[in-house]
């Protein structure tokens, strides 16, 4: 799963960083650039829920395998396009066509992974082994800029984002030889480890989810918070994830090899944040319980992130914005153990569409944030950007203050199949 993450970063964020050269050479215009990210938004949040819920009823080692596979031919097809088409509308049609499928392609990554995690861990490691994941996407956010500009310098756009494009077929490979639904699916695992993950009550995934269920969980109250939260906390996420390298460019005036560096060090911040949260967050729960401590690190890291990003933007010295930025992606990342382990808590069995009905209202705020920050930025307004991320950020905390985990959706137990593992042996 941390490879998953990792991959699904390093293709989602390429596109922003050969976005220097890509609009010379093709003709694109920097709001053009925004329209392929919103493409990518798009197919990423149409297809979040039905996917997630697809994923629930066949399991998680089919799911990633497949859409692994079409996420790689869509990452091949960008750089071959234009030696085929090119230039013109034609292209940039196909370019928005192969976005929008690398988003529908990732679409279950991340609420697949929360299943995986629901199905193969105890409860109290919901928070710590979620932020690991987050870690691996974010080391591939901060592998991508440099490793991208660098390959670019040397080697041409095209080229960069075909060469790193490759490795992820090995990754799929791996997981289609030794990923399993469940745990008692895998033949390494032993009779205690059994013991010490099924007792919880959420360690079967729901494989006859109906859709009379999907509709009460997109209706359940808690799922409808954390929602909002993570919508209004994702434009900020979006802003430093997908804009910071054109941001140091334009605004910063550092060289495009300079910034494909600098802009690695917020992600980087951001990766070490996922983890430490991850950790403080079962620290809190273990401590205080679930109901306020699944609150503590959102309700003190949201607040510090709007600070900083408002730092980021008057700050006179170049190198401090660099700073703040990477702290306050960091403070943002310090919360993502708490979303989806709150998630994963309401929805017990049901996980998978639990958090791809949180992960889409994430998406939304990049959606919702991609043409606003496009336009801004394209007219030199940096700062007004920041500031809307700043007032999203608190809007995020302030939810946190009603969202309670200790109220999960009503049980729906499915009936015991093989494809939960209820009919194989020891």
């Known amino acids: 799963m941390f490879g998953f993450g990792f991959v699904a970063y390093v293709q989602q964020k390429s596109i922003t960083v050969a976005a220097v050269p890509i609009m010379p050479e093709l003709g694109l215009t920097q709001l053009q650039i925004g329209w392929l990210e919103q493409a990518y938004a798009n197919g990423y949040a149409l297809f979040m829920i039905p996917a997630a819920i697809l994923a629930q009823r066949f399991g998680a080692r089919a799911t990633l395998v497949l859409m692994g596979l079409i996420a790689f031919l869509a990452m091949l097809g960008t750089p071959l396009a234009p030696a085929l088409l090119g230039g013109g509308t034609l292209l940039f049609a196909v ?3 192969l976005q929008f499928l690398l988003g529908v392609a990732q679409a279950p990554t991340f609420p697949v992974s929360a299943g995986v995690f629901e199905t193969w861990f105890p409860p109290h490691q919901w928070a710590l082994v979620v932020g690991l994941q987050t870690m691996g996407l974010q080391l591939g956010a901060a592998v991508t800029p440099p490793l991208i500009a660098t390959l670019m310098h040397f080697f041409g756009w095209k080229n960069a ?14 997981w289609a030889w030794y990923g399993r639904n469940t745990p008692r699916e895998h033949p390494s695992v032993t009779r205690e480890e059994l013991a010490e993950i099924d007792h919880h009550a959420g360690s079967r995934v729901n494989a006859e989810i109906s859709m009379k269920r999907v509709l009460g969980v997109l209706a359940d109250r808690q799922v409808l918070l954390l929602t909002l939260s993570y919508l209004s906390m994702n434009y900020a996420f979006y802003l430093l994830s997908n804009w910071a390298f054109l941001y140091l460019v334009q605004e910063r005036h550092f060289s495009v090899l300079e910034s494909g560096w600098l802009s690695g060090v917020p992600p980087l911040a951001a990766a070490v944040g996922a983890g430490v949260g991850g950790m403080l967050t079962g620290y809190a729960c273990a401590h205080y ?13 949201l607040p510090a992130a709007a600070a900083l990003l408002l730092l980021a933007a008057v700050a006179g010295n170049a190198y401090l914005a660099v700073a703040a930025l990477a702290l306050c992606f960091g403070s943002i990342e310090l919360t993502e153990g708490a979303f989806w382990a709150a998630a994963m808590a309401v929805g017990e069995s049901d996980t998978m569409a639990a958090t791809s009905c949180m992960n889409t209202g994430g998406t939304l705020g990049g959606i919702i944030g991609i043409p606003v920050v496009a336009y801004l930025s394209g007219h030199h307004h940096w700062g007004a950007a920041f500031l809307i991320g700043a007032a999203l950020a608190l809007i995020s905390a302030l939810a946190w203050l009603v969202i309670d985990v200790a109220d999960p959706l009503p049980a729906e137990r499915p009936a015991a199949s093989v494809a939960d593992g209820a009919a194989i042996p020891l």
Do not use: D, Y
């Open 95 to 97: 370019l928005l066509g």
């Open 161 to 174: 984002i075909f060469w790193t494009t490759i490795p992820a077929l090995g990754l799929i490979g791996c």
């Open 289 to 301: 319980g679930s109901r306020h401590g699944m609150r503590l690190v959102p309700l003190i890291a």
